[in-house]
């Protein structure tokens, strides 16, 4: 029996939509040789996260193992899949392999951050191939909601896997590649090892819809606009966003694209030839200079998001454009869980301003970009794998997308993140369990998710907060009066005095019963002074605040 061993273990991404980094692994335990797919982040909220700027995947496990791992390979250029291979070149150092779109994306993220932009090669579509030692990987085009997809190909001494990436079945998505059957088969005839597989859309039972079926919806509806026409997709949607400047155009409409990651998405398809014929835009100055019944803007903030160009027009102006009653604003994207807060607040913002707002809830004008339960039981066909792992999806997405394989008779596996999958042999066993979890960008530094950084502004945020100062003399007698200042709680309570004079009294009678053990003691005088300030508050508000105490000694 040979003592090396194949395996598989989802960093991120499986057991959460996001935030994406898939390792295989080929060698002799403990000498196997990496290689790692994709490498991307997840967003912040305000409820869990506040603060934060982006999640990444904990990488603590493969940074141990840096010398040991090959080269990372990038499906497409969505910030889930790429948005950390800038901020995590340092602690890795590999190569990174993607197609020209999704390489010039990545190029740019390793320029902003100083990185050497030649780290980032670009390859050709299957059936070229690129060797990164033990493995042979092929990027296989495949369609999703952005230009230049990829499904790998990752063959290697023990079986080829077929790692899917994000992707629909597709046969006319406007721009990109459309789904290949006959590519997909051939790719298939070897045998597969093991499908890794997209489980975003596991519970939608309809047929996926080709993106080419959202133009004519969007044409009329823009046709029939009297006002400015505003639309508003995920920026990385090309073809989308190709879609709503075309309606625009035919309208007789001018197009201005608002937001900075709206127009980065169109220059890096402009210079990689994805889009060749993308309509004339013209400048916000412009926009301002022309009769508004003539003027279409696609603009960014489809999630909601505060610092977007949506919002910023939700809140009276943006670049010196407003959007006035009889206007229009067209949501062409689906709302992501957990967003539907943001999205609504823009809503009603721009109802009172008159303004009429069209959203998808016809399922007019928009479409997904993630394969359908009947989509992806085709692909389970074609592809007939020894073993389906599910990936990209919620826990409940992976259980019932290995129960979907089993429609199938095929063997489904699941393996959330930190679970590693010895694929070697007839069955896909645990070879061993790894510690996964979340590393937050906070500002210009990265911390733990379990650091207690982000817990505590979670509790100053929910508790407010009081500083109190005390001054001890050379005889660790007190020297005046404790005095406190708050942050974030009522200025006063139920006794209608000022909340500070009645913690300063409350204080001020501690110190002056304090025997000398506890005033000679920082750490005793520091716990009694939190106890008291808490307590008092607790009566007076009805809140125990966060509390640091300054203790200054006079020597």
């Known amino acids: 029996m040979s003592?090396?061993?194949?395996?598989?273990?989802?960093?991120?991404?499986?057991?959460?939509?996001?935030?994406?980094?898939?390792?295989?692994?080929?060698?002799?335990?403990?000498?196997?040789?990496?290689?790692?797919?994709?490498?991307?982040?997840?967003?912040?909220?305000?409820?869990?996260?506040?603060?934060?700027?982006?999640?990444?995947?904990?990488?603590?496990?493969?940074e141990e193992r840096r010398?040991?791992?090959?080269?990372?390979?990038?499906?497409?250029?969505?910030?889930?899949?790429?948005?950390?291979?800038?901020?995590y070149y340092d602690q890795l150092g590999a190569p990174i392999y993607a197609r020209a779109f999704t390489a010039n994306i990545a190029r740019r993220k390793m320029d902003e951050h100083g990185h050497p932009e030649k780290a980032v090669q670009t390859v050709s579509p299957w059936p070229e191939t690129t060797e990164a030692g033990p493995f042979t990987v092929g990027f296989a085009p495949i369609s999703h909601s952005i230009p230049e997809s990829s499904g790998l190909v990752i063959d290697t001494p023990a079986g080829r896997i077929v790692h899917s990436g994000d992707f629909k079945i597709d046969m006319s998505p406007v721009v990109g590649e459309a789904f290949d059957e006959g590519m997909w088969a051939e790719i298939a005839r070897p045998g597969v090892k093991a499908l890794v597989c997209d489980s975003t859309n596991v519970f939608n039972a309809h047929e996926g819809r080709s993106e080419s079926t959202v133009g004519p919806e969007i044409e009329k509806l823009v046709a029939g606009c009297k006002g400015m026409v505003v639309a508003t997709t995920f920026a990385s949607n090309v073809a989308r966003v190709k879609t709503l400047a075309e309606a625009g155009e035919r309208a007789g409409r001018s197009i201005c694209l608002l937001?900075?990651?709206?127009?980065?998405?169109?220059?890096?398809?402009?210079?990689?030839?994805?889009?060749?014929?993308?309509?004339?835009?013209?400048?916000?100055?412009?926009?301002?200079?022309?009769?508004?019944?003539?003027?279409?803007?696609?603009?960014?903030?489809s999630q909601g998001e505060r610092r977007a160009a949506s919002a910023q027009l939700a809140q009276g102006k943006y670049n010196g454009i407003e959007l006035k009653p009889g206007d229009t604003f067209l949501f062409s994207s689906k709302t992501i869980p957990g967003n539907e807060r943001g999205v609504i607040r823009i809503i009603n913002q721009f109802s009172e301003q008159g303004v009429d707002v069209v959203d998808d809830s016809s399922g007019l004008y928009h479409v997904s970009g993630h394969a359908n339960r009947p989509d992806l039981?085709?692909?389970?066909?074609?592809?007939?794998?020894?073993?389906?792992?599910?990936?990209?999806?919620?826990?409940?997405?992976?259980?019932?997308?290995?129960?979907?394989?089993?429609?199938s008779?095929?063997?489904?596996?699941?393996?959330?993140?930190?679970?590693?999958?010895?694929?070697?042999?007839?069955?896909?066993?645990?070879?061993?369990?790894?510690?996964?979890?979340?590393?937050?960008?906070?500002?210009?530094?990265?911390?733990?998710?379990?650091?207690?950084?982000?817990?505590?502004?979670?509790?100053?945020?929910?508790?407010?907060?009081?500083?109190?100062n005390v001054i001890l003399d050379e005889s660790d007698e007190p020297l005046?009066?404790?005095?406190?200042?708050?942050?974030?709680?009522?200025?006063?309570?139920?006794?209608?005095?000022?909340?500070?004079?009645?913690?300063?009294?409350?204080?001020?009678?501690?110190?002056?019963?304090?025997?000398?053990?506890?005033?000679?003691?920082?750490?005793?005088?520091?716990?009694?002074?939190?106890?008291?300030?808490?307590?008092?508050?607790?009566?007076?508000?009805?809140?125990?605040?966060?509390?640091?105490?300054?203790?200054?000694?006079?020597?």
């Open 67 to 87: 010398d040991q791992l090959e080269a990372v390979f990038i499906t497409h250029a969505h910030e889930d899949h790429v948005g950390a291979v800038a901020h």
């Open 3 to 62: 003592s090396e061993r194949l395996t598989y273990l989802a960093l991120g991404g499986a057991g959460e939509i996001g935030m994406n980094a898939y390792v295989y692994g080929y060698g002799a335990p403990g000498k196997e040789r990496y290689i790692l797919v994709d490498l991307g982040v997840t967003f912040p909220d305000m409820d869990g996260t506040p603060g934060v700027d982006l999640i990444f995947p904990d990488i603590a496990w493969l």
């Open 377 to 407: 039981k085709k692909l389970h066909q074609i592809v007939q794998p020894q073993f389906v792992i599910p990936m990209h999806g919620e826990h409940r997405h992976l259980r019932e997308h290995v129960k979907l394989a089993g429609e």
């Open 259 to 301: 937001g900075r990651a709206m127009r980065r998405m169109i220059e890096a398809s402009v210079e990689t030839g994805v889009l060749t014929d993308f309509p004339r835009t013209i400048s916000p100055e412009e926009v301002r200079e022309i009769p508004r019944e003539n003027v279409m803007l696609i603009v960014t903030g």
């Open 480 to 555: 005046g009066e404790p005095w406190c200042e708050i942050m974030g709680l009522a200025e006063t309570g139920g006794s209608r005095a000022p909340l500070v004079d009645v913690l300063e009294e409350d204080l001020s009678q501690f110190m002056g019963r304090a025997k000398s053990k506890t005033l000679s003691d920082d750490d005793a005088l520091e716990d009694g002074l939190r106890k008291v300030a808490r307590q008092s508050a607790l009566g007076e508000i009805g809140k125990k605040p966060e509390v640091t105490v300054i203790i200054s000694r006079l020597s």
């Open 409 to 468: 008779k095929l063997h489904g596996v699941m393996a959330p993140n930190g679970t590693m999958i010895d694929l070697s042999g007839n069955r896909a066993e645990v070879a061993e369990y790894v510690e996964t979890g979340r590393t937050y960008l906070d500002g210009s530094v990265k911390i733990g998710a379990l650091d207690g950084i982000v817990r505590d502004r979670i509790r100053m945020a929910l508790n407010g907060h009081v500083t109190i």
